[in-house]
């Protein structure tokens, strides 16, 4: 089967840098992506990595090793409305079905 | 454009009830997969369709059926309802483009509360 994990909660400052880590084991993979959600929200999609390094969108870069099955996301220059719940989720099988970790609670402080 | 709609977006039933739910994907995208998500956890994977076609079945009960219809929206039946079943169910879409990039587009979501 497949697993990921992630911290449960992380805690910044405005302003600052935070990188969120997210191991995973998986057969078939195609790629790790990243999502947000905010409180009773839909989750939104931030970022993809199919191969390995740094690809970055805005003030949000994400970084996949597909040899230690590992990857990122780093959120710079902090904002207020960046707290929120950051998902990992593997892309595996022949439907290329979503397997999400349990989610990293953002919180970040003024 | 609108974006995945879903409805009801919040219902309470009881032990051993069934239940629909309904989502209507962004146009033009084929692809509806359906999602448990409890509080405080990950989305899980139940089913994703294709043109019609179930694609995809997660880890759940034979209790949990799906479908999809000729203009691409979806239902999700939940037969015998447990409380173990209460959760936000999230439907999302894709077009073909969007799936082998990760990216799904998530509706806001039915909160189902069993009692």
């Known amino acids: 089967g497949q697993s990921l994990e992630q911290p449960s909660e992380v805690t910044a400052v405005e302003g600052a840098i935070v990188q969120i880590n997210c191991t995973y084991q998986?057969?078939?993979?195609?790629?790790l992506s990243w999502y947000q959600q905010h409180d009773g929200g839909a989750p939104t999609f931030l970022s993809y990595n199919a191969l390995d390094g740094l690809e970055e969108t805005g003030r949000f870069s994400s970084f996949l090793s597909r040899s230690d099955s590992y990857g990122y996301l780093l959120l710079q220059e902090l904002q207020m409305k960046d707290s929120a719940s950051y998902f990992c989720?593997?892309?595996?099988?022949?439907?290329?079905?979503?397997?999400f970790g349990s989610g990293t609670q953002l919180t970040v402080l003024p | 454009d609108a974006g995945v709609t879903q409805s009801p977006t919040h219902l309470i039933k009881t032990r051993g009830q069934h239940v629909t739910l309904r989502c209507s994907p962004i146009?033009?995208?084929?692809?509806v997969s359906w999602y448990q998500q409890v509080l405080g956890q990950g989305p899980q994977f139940i089913f994703q369709y294709y043109e019609k076609e179930e694609r995809g079945r997660g880890n759940f009960p034979d209790r949990f059926s799906a479908r999809q219809f000729p203009n691409y929206s979806s239902e999700l039946n939940v037969n015998a309802l447990l409380l173990g079943d209460s959760a936000l169910y999230l439907c999302?879409?894709?077009?073909?483009?969007?799936?082998?990039?990760?990216?799904?587009?998530f509706g806001e979501g039915s909160r189902l509360t069993v009692l």
């Open positions: 989720a593997v892309s595996s099988g022949s439907a290329r079905q979503l397997t």
């Open positions: 146009s033009g995208h084929k692809s």
């Open positions: 998986t057969s078939g993979f195609y790629g």
């Open positions: 999302a879409s894709s077009s073909g483009t969007s799936a082998n990039t990760g990216e799904l587009f």
